[in-house]
């Protein structure tokens, strides 16, 4: 596991509490004792205005066909979460080399970096 790859992964819910299955970019490998990985949120509803650190992934372009997502999703960058290793259920594909460095920088702009 390694950041740029996608995997379906139990993802936290908000203030409700619980997790749902779902597509996310891993930010990060395994860190620590306890394997935990930094993620981002990845939605196939498009929010009717994107913001900023949101990145849109068209599997139907050249540049993202290794997503191997089903539909055109974006990359929510502003909801991350920390999950154990043992969440992902199994890998999707990856991002290119030039949705990582957009990934990068949005996260700088994003995180006051």
């Given at each position: 596991?390694?950041?740029?790859?996608?995997?379906?992964?139990?993802?936290?819910?908000?203030?409700?509490?619980?997790?749902?299955?779902?597509?996310?970019?891993?930010?990060?490998?395994?860190?620590?004792?306890?394997?935990?990985?930094?993620?981002?949120?990845?939605s196939?509803?498009?929010?009717?205005?994107?913001?900023?650190?949101?990145?849109?992934l068209?599997?139907?372009?050249?540049?993202?066909a290794?997503?191997?997502?089903?539909?055109?999703?974006?990359?929510?960058?502003?909801?991350?979460?920390?999950?154990?290793?043992?969440?992902?259920?199994?890998?999707?594909?990856?991002?290119?080399?030039?949705?990582?460095a957009?990934?990068?920088?949005?996260?700088?702009?994003?995180?006051?970096?």
């Amino acid at each position: 596991m390694a950041p740029g790859e996608i995997h379906l992964a139990e993802f936290p819910l908000g203030a409700g509490g619980g997790t749902k299955l779902r597509p996310v970019l891993l930010l990060t490998g395994p860190v620590g004792t306890v394997p935990e990985i930094l993620t981002a949120y990845i939605s196939s509803v498009m929010p009717p205005q994107l913001l900023p650190s949101d990145i849109v992934l068209d599997p139907r372009t050249a540049d993202h066909a290794t997503t191997n997502l089903k539909t055109v999703s974006v990359v929510r960058l502003h909801k991350l979460a920390t999950i154990h290793q043992r969440s992902i259920v199994r890998m999707l594909g990856t991002v290119s080399v030039a949705t990582e460095a957009d990934v990068c920088a949005k996260l700088r702009v994003l995180l006051g970096l």
